[in-house]
């Protein structure tokens, strides 16, 4: 049994990102322990086979070992700026062509060379297509109207990546909307709370406890 949630989270996997996004925004205190990919720790493990990240453990026992679901979680008890309020079915569209179709090219683009046969640029191409529907519907200034919702903060970490892995080439194409979107992100209070480097977690280490 833990007092706190505890949260297993690696600081650049866009996935545990927006878990720590929500935990942020909705102001639950918790352990975060960070992990590196290639030494995951037992503790992890043993809550969750899968071995990826975000995993969280709630004080009364129970695992959730996806991104959405800790987001959902987290929002349910408590939704301050509303992220929930904008159609869920649309969110939930949107972010799950983000995660199902969005993240296979931009995994393609940015590491082509862990695929066989693969040309970055039709991956660049087949995820632009994805930002030319977030275009689209960001002339309102975000995704789902004038204010953030959690479909901005759960797909922002991926066009962050999307952008990362040629900056200069993502700034001079026609989404400018998007450009704006992503720089608001990268800029906003949320983003950069979670940002923060820790070293890897190990027992018996001082718990950093977030949103204290
Ligand atoms: N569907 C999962 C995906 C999480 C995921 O794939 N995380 C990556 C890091 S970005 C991971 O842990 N991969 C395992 C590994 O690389 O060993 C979620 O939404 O939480």
Known sequence: MTTLPILYSFRRCPFAMRARLALYISGITYELREVLLTEKPDEMLVLSSKGTVPVLQ????????ESLDIMAWAL???????WLEPDPISQNGLINRCDNQFKIHLDRYKYASRYEDCDPLEARDLGERFIAQLEQQLGTGCLFGDGPCQADFAIAPFVRQFALADWDWFFATKHRYTQRWLTTFTNSEAFNAVMDKYDPWKPGDAPIIMNA
């Open 58 to 65: 709630l004080p009364n026992g129970r695992v959730i070992d």
């Open 76 to 82: 349910s008890q408590n939704d301050p700026e509303r």
